[in-house]
């Protein structure tokens, strides 16, 4: 880390804390030419992630939006916000530790699904008939018996 006084490349870190509940570090450091003080702070760096819709179109990756689409799966359902809140988290990270920073939306939905199934499954059937766009009845009633199959 460079000394912001002399601009000396090396420095010891005297002290050290989380702040933010986590989301950062605070470190107090120490110049090893000049021996004066200073802060840095360490941030996790979160790159932005682009969705690939189906019609080829691209946009930001949004919570709210998935949130929106859970809850209108889970409406009267003994679902908890709280369960789809860290539902949406391990989506994300699973998303973030990939190394792909474009990501369809089919992945996602896949992902939502997977979850949703152990969840509740009259939630992950809904999800799963807008999600796959069920044409008629057959692909629906298809789609029940895989989640009866298992």
Known sequence: MKCPYCCYEESKVIDSRPTDEGERIRRRRECLKCQKRFTTYEVIESLPLIVIKR?????????????????????????????????????EATLQNSLEREVTSEKIGSLVMEKLKDIDEVSYVRFASVYRQFKDINTFMAELNKLLGK
């Open 55 to 91: 019609d080829k179109t691209r946009e930001m990756f949004d919570r709210e939006k998935l949130m929106n689409g859970l809850l209108r799966a889970c409406q009267k359902r003994p679902v908890s916000v709280d369960t789809l809140e860290n539902m949406i988290d391990e989506i």
